[in-house]
């Protein structure tokens, strides 16, 4: 049977909204039409004027299965993006035992996590100097890609033995064959000698405080590195994709390359955007990601580029480390490197960027669906409320008023930077593909979907 949604509004230009019905059917969207609309044989499900939204893409998740179960499972990580009105997240091939650089290895992985499912995914593929260490590293990356891949990561700094970083000339020769096959590629951009030569200076000397570790990753190395790949989107022609920018200074150089008519694009993180340098001195360990959280003043040209388009999205870098144990080594050099984040990203977003006018809502949307949705080539299913497109729908309340509390929140290790903080707007249901697998009532019980209701979904052919 179909659904008609009534008594909801939908972002309309702007922060502009406007009353519709929307009809769902098959699981997708049939029909968009004004309100009291002649209903057919069709369920009513009354939204009550929630403010409905497209369910968000996040394009930057290690859900850490199989191989690193001990800090994500695919089950724990889905359950906390459905909880945080994401309908798709696709997830990093590098944080999985074998990683996603074969065909074998993505079917392996495939067959592991689909039963697991809350919501829709996408994989990352990847080429790493493990990889290319293969004669059929290059048939690898095509076969991949031909599978759906959404896009290919590799590491110009990379701490993993599994997953071992890539030099100029190793990066080149990748890049050249993305640009054949026609799929992205992401890139962690830091500059690895910067980094290793401060880093050993810093530790040979028993520096070991939070902007210790700072200082061993300065602006400077993500600016040299995304500098590098700027050259090399111009030499090869190639998609060139930064991920979780954190330096201002690499927004310009990023918004220079569209300038110039490079293919080059960008995304950053909410922690980039909430926090600084005097926070991670502070929250220690609990704040630790790479590349770290930088000044005030690169901050605010983060949330510059997310408004107006010099930076294509947003996505969390969702990556818990197993707590407290390997949050609190003793070591801040040894502490893990990562925090969560899919199910605090809409209402992060929601209140600290349009209730506080950094971003209107129109761009809201566009920096957690549409645009994430161009990227991956899904843009002709996910992304809008549509008709013919999915019936990905988040139901949002933007008045609600709550605090962050680690304990509450639905992924397997529960620690967050954002511990105490007021946000307004939450999300009290989500549908995809137009079956409803999260439901939070007002008396604060939940309801999910079972694992296995997401499907993988696969990048469109270009």
């Avoid at 049939?30 to 069709?42: H, L, M, T, W």
């Avoid at 190395?221 to 930064?242: D, F, K, P, Q, Y």
């Avoid at 201002?248 to 008519?261: F, P, Y």
Wanted: charged share 25%; net charge negative.
């Amino acid at each position: 049977m179909r659904r008609r949604f009534v008594n909801l509004k939908i972002p309309h230009r702007g922060d502009e909204t406007r009353a519709v019905e929307i009809v769902v059917g098959d699981g997708k969207i049939v029909a968009i039409e004004p309100p009291e609309s002649k209903a057919g044989d069709e369920k009513r499900t009354n939204l009550r004027g929630a403010l409905v939204l497209p369910g968000v893409i996040d394009g930057h998740v290690h859900f850490d299965e199989p191989g690193f179960t001990h800090r994500e499972t695919f089950e724990t990580g889905t359950r906390a993006a459905a909880a945080g009105g994401v309908a798709c997240v696709v997830d990093m091939p590098c944080t999985s035992l074998p990683p996603v650089t074969s065909a074998a290895n993505l079917h392996n992985k495939l067959e592991i996590v689909s039963p697991k499912a809350h919501v829709d995914f996408m994989l990352w593929g990847g080429v790493c100097d493990n990889s290319m260490a293969e004669p059929s590293w290059k048939q690898d990356l095509a076969e991949i890609a031909a599978e759906g891949v959404g896009s290919i990561k590799v590491y110009m700094l990379s701490g993993m033995d599994t997953f071992r970083d890539l030099g100029r000339d190793q990066l080149r020769q990748v890049l050249v064959e993305t640009e054949k096959l026609g799929v992205p590629v992401g890139v962690h951009a830091e500059d690895r000698e910067m980094v290793h030569e401060l880093t050993g200076w810093l530790r040979s000397n028993g520096q070991n405080d939070p902007l210790d570790y700072a200082a061993s990753r300065p602006a400077e190395a993500e600016i040299n590195a995304v500098t590098t790949m700027r050259a090399l989107c111009r030499e090869t022609g190639a998609r060139v994709h930064i991920v979780h920018v954190g330096s201002g200074r690499a927004v310009d150089l990023i918004q220079e390359a569209k300038s110039d008519g490079l293919p080059m694009s960008g995304e950053t993180c909410p922690h980039f955007l909430e926090f600084t340098s005097e926070d991670l001195a502070d929250k220690g360990a609990l704040l630790k990601t790479a590349p770290v959280v930088k000044g005030a003043v690169d901050r605010e040209r983060l949330w510059q580029g997310v408004a107006s388009g010099d930076l294509d999205y947003v996505a969390t870098d969702h990556a818990a480390g197993q707590w407290p144990a390997e949050k609190h080594t003793g070591d801040i050099w040894t502490d893990y490197g990562g925090v969560p984040g899919v199910e605090l990203m809409l209402p992060y977003l929601y209140s600290e960027g349009v209730r506080k006018k950094r971003i209107t809502l129109e761009r809201l949307v566009e920096v957690t669906a549409a645009a994430p949705a161009r990227f991956f080539g899904i843009d002709g299913r996910k992304g809008r409320l549509a008709p013919g497109f999915d019936a990905d729908v988040v139901v949002f309340d933007p008045d609600e008023k709550w605090t962050v509390r680690a304990e509450e929140l639905h992924n397997l290790n529960r620690y967050t930077p954002h511990e105490g903080q007021t946000f307004t707007g939450r999300v009290r249901s989500l549908y995809v593909r137009g079956r409803h697998v999260f439901h939070r009532r007002r008396d604060g019980r939940e309801r999910f979907a079972p694992p296995g209701t997401g499907r993988w979904i696969r990048r469109a052919a270009s």
